[in-house]
Nanobody, 124 residues
């Protein structure tokens, strides 16, 4: 069984930065494709960013492109999301996800495992 634990969320002013971490348990971390999603109350979980095991292929939602950077350290079994130039509309619970299935990386059912989420609040 794979477990994902997010950390690094918090309260920040608009224009500020945060770095989220996702620690992954299990021996096969390096084989998983990884993603970040976010969700606000009353709305569906929204794709944020994706990275393949090789660190070469990344993909971002248009709303965060140029501001957020996804990365991973396979030796530490950890994935990161560096968030810069934060806006109030980035406020959400952020989830990390892992999966081995191929398919549309922007949809939740492509992923097998999910973390519990970490709250990010951006004040104006």
């Amino acid at each position: 069984q794979v477990q994902l634990v997010e950390s690094g969320g918090g309260l920040v002013q608009a224009g500020g930065s945060l770095r989220l971490s996702c620690a992954v348990s299990g021996r096969t971390f390096s084989t998983y494709a990884m993603g970040w999603f976010r969700q606000v109350p009353g709305k569906e979980r929204e794709f944020v960013a994706f990275i393949r095991w090789s660190n070469v292929n990344t993909y971002y939602a248009d709303s965060v492109k140029g501001r957020f950077t996804i990365s991973r350290d396979n030796a530490k079994n950890t994935m990161y999301l560096q968030m810069n130039s934060l806006k109030p509309e980035d406020t959400a619970v952020y989830y990390c996800a892992a999966g081995t299935k191929t398919g549309n990386v922007m949809i939740t059912r492509t992923y097998d495992y999910w973390g519990q989420g970490t709250q990010v609040t951006v004040s104006s």
